[in-house]
C-alpha cells in the first residue's frame, strides 16, 4: 500500500520576521506531521514549510532527523498552549517511538 505523501504547509507573507510569532501553531502542527511522516518513511530529512516573501521569494523550512526529538519537546508546549490535544497526542506518540528506539540501539547483546 502507498504511504501518503506529505505536503509542506504555504505561507504567504509581507514581513518574514515575525512569521514564527503569526503563525506559530501552523508551525508547529506541520514539524509535527513532517516528523510523523519522516519516521514512518525512514527519511532523513523532511521539508515541513515553503514561505512565499513578498511574492517573489521561497523559503524552504526543514528538519533533519537529528532534530526530531528536540522539536517535539519544543513543539509539544505551543500545542498545549493552543489546546491541541489530537497533534499533542501523536508528538507524545512519536517522541516516544523515538525514545524506544533509542533504547534498543543502545542495548548490548553479551
Known sequence: MPRKKFIPI??????PS?????????????IINGID???????????FANITIKGILVVTLSIDKREFLDLIEDNLKTLIEFEEYETCALAVKLKNKINEKVIKKDRVVA
Open 10 to 15: 504555504k505561507i504567504d507573507t509581507e514581513n
Open 18 to 30: 515575525d512569521i514564527f510569532d503569526s503563525h506559530r501553531l501552523e508551525i508547529s502542527k506541520a
Open 37 to 47: 511522516y519522516g519516521l514512518k518513511n525512514n527519511k532523513s530529512k523532511v521539508d
